[in-house]
């Protein structure tokens, strides 16, 4: 008997996962609309110029129009990150870099102390080989 149950409750989990999945991707082609800057599947961006039933044309780059079925739209785009200039958007990763950086500079530096300490025994005394 309890052999039967456990498959039966995974179906019964996997259906309703596949319910909301279903129910979010129809509220996200509802709720898209011409000038909407959308992220696809394939990781494209762009501004949606023309909708339909079934298809959506992006911009992605000036003059660059693409048609793709609606249901490859994953969303909104979230927007970038990291600022224009390349450097990060907010003064936090600035800190956590620097201290990066220094953290890299002691380990270095622990590192050649090591080495040396290492080749200083690595050498053998004047004394032993006068012995030999």
Do not use: C
Not at 36 to 54: H, Q
Not at 68 to 74: H, P, Q
């Amino acid at each position: 008997m309890g052999v039967l149950i456990f498959p039966l409750m995974m179906i019964a989990v996997l259906l309703l996962f596949s319910r909301s999945d279903k129910k979010k991707r129809q509220q996200i082609e509802s709720g898209l609309k011409k000038g909407d800057r959308v992220v696809t599947r394939a990781g494209l961006i762009g501004k949606i110029t023309e909708l339909s039933e079934r298809t959506a044309r992006l911009e992605i780059a000036p003059g660059v129009q693409v048609t793709m079925l609606k249901n490859a739209i994953e969303g909104p785009d979230g927007g970038d990150t990291v600022a224009p200039s390349g450097k990060p958007a907010d003064k936090a990763d600035k800190k956590d870099d620097k201290a990066d950086k220094k953290d890299d500079k002691a380990d270095k530096k622990d590192d050649k102390a090591a080495k040396s300490d290492k080749d200083a025994s690595d050498k053998p005394d004047k004394a032993d080989k006068k012995k030999k």
